[in-house]
């Protein structure tokens, strides 16, 4: 591991921190490291920093570690860890500020869960809904894996877990226009 000087670092990622506290609404500095949401979160296992570290790194100003992380991309928004927190820190909020950053500098370590966002975005964009046979053979297709799933489509057909054709929604222009608004607003869908 390289050495780091702290003031160094703090003062070159400044910009960082102050870009997803404002987008976040978080305030890194509220964090004094009790570790509650660490201990509580369901996806900690499969994360290479937890995330308390995550934060600690934001407060160190290592934002480039922060941006790298596999982290902020397996947070599921489950809400545990802001539900724990003795300082009510939005803890969802402040993984997807920093994963949009990293998404906006083209760092993407967990690959196949943007490819997930995009094919979930585009078939609630286009339909209004989640269309799950559409949202799987999407996703099947942009990983490589075309047929990785079709074993499944049978006994979900029969079942009628699953339907062939999209259901869209009655008002689907609405839907068009809340993704039409955030574009213009500078967000994009995916």
Not at 117 to 127: G, H, I, N, Q, R
Not at 141 to 153: E, G, M, V
């Amino acid at each position: 591991m390289e050495r780091v000087e702290l003031s160094v670092a703090l003062r070159n990622n400044r910009s960082l921190k102050n870009k997803v506290e404002s987008e976040s609404g978080v305030v890194l500095s509220d964090c004094y490291q009790c570790g509650k949401c660490s201990a509580g979160c369901p996806a900690a296992f499969a994360m290479d920093y937890t995330p308390r570290q995550v934060i600690r790194l934001l407060q160190l100003g290592l934002g480039g570690e922060a941006l790298k992380s596999h982290t902020p991309w397996l947070c599921a928004s489950c809400q545990t860890c802001y539900s724990r927190c003795p300082r009510e820190i939005n803890l969802p909020r402040l993984m997807e500020a920093v994963r949009q950053e990293a998404k906006r500098r083209g760092i993407i370590p967990e690959r196949k869960v943007d490819i997930f966002e995009k094919a979930f975005l585009d078939t609630v964009e286009k339909y209004g809904r989640a269309h799950e046979m559409g949202l799987m053979v999407q996703y099947n297709l942009r990983t490589l894996q075309p047929i990785k799933d079709a074993l499944l489509a049978p006994p979900l057909l029969l079942k009628r877990k699953i339907s062939p054709l999209p259901l869209k929604i009655k008002d689907i222009d609405s839907v068009k226009n809340i993704f039409a608004k955030v574009r213009n607003e500078g967000g994009s869908k995916q």
